[in-house]
């Protein structure tokens, strides 16, 4: 087939891209978010684009504050059909995290099962603590605080989620069992990076 070439149309630089399931984000330098690709959940986060027929070809802006300049945005993420943003309004402020798409599995973690056709806001904070990295699984999200606990939502019938059930939750759960890590040393190290799997997540400590 080829390779295809793309960049916005007023030459912004293009920093980070996510991969779905059958759709795609793009983040550029003005932390302006990108989609393309499959729209059946609302992935591409336009409240007004169309669900049936051929995909989205041509990358476009989602709505709301994510498709404008200086949003914010400094991380984008996908699962199966469901995007989760990292997004820093202020400076000196902590990360917010966004989400929008398919939620039938409580993985966008708002405390319902609907799905999501724009990017909202879906957390401040978590337990009070501000966040510091997330995770996409297939149908589930994996979110990290600074102070070194993990919180899943979504599917769980594997006990994917580490929280003690195999029962899908639709708000973030602490994992449970053994600490990644202990209170960060002043020297730096102690570094935590998460990943998650289609039924699986690992934490890993530097």
Known sequence: VGVGRWRPEDGSRLVKVAAGHRHTLVLDEHGRVYAMGNNKHGQLGKKN????GAAHIVPHLV???????GS??????????????LVVQ???SCPKLWGWGRNDKGQLGTKSYESVDEPQLLHKDVDGNPIDAFACGSESTMVLDTNGNVYQSGWNEHGNLGIGTNEDVCCFAKVRGARATAPPPSDGRGKILIAAGGAHCLAVKL
Not at 49 to 52: D, L, P, Q, R, V
Not at 63 to 69: A, E, M, S, T, W
């Open 49 to 52: 684009a169309s669900k049936k």
């Open 63 to 69: 709505d709301g504050p994510l498709g404008q300049k």
């Open 72 to 85: 914010g945005c400094i991380d984008i993420g996908c699962g199966w059909s469901h995007n989760i943003a």
């Open 90 to 92: 202020e400076e000196a």
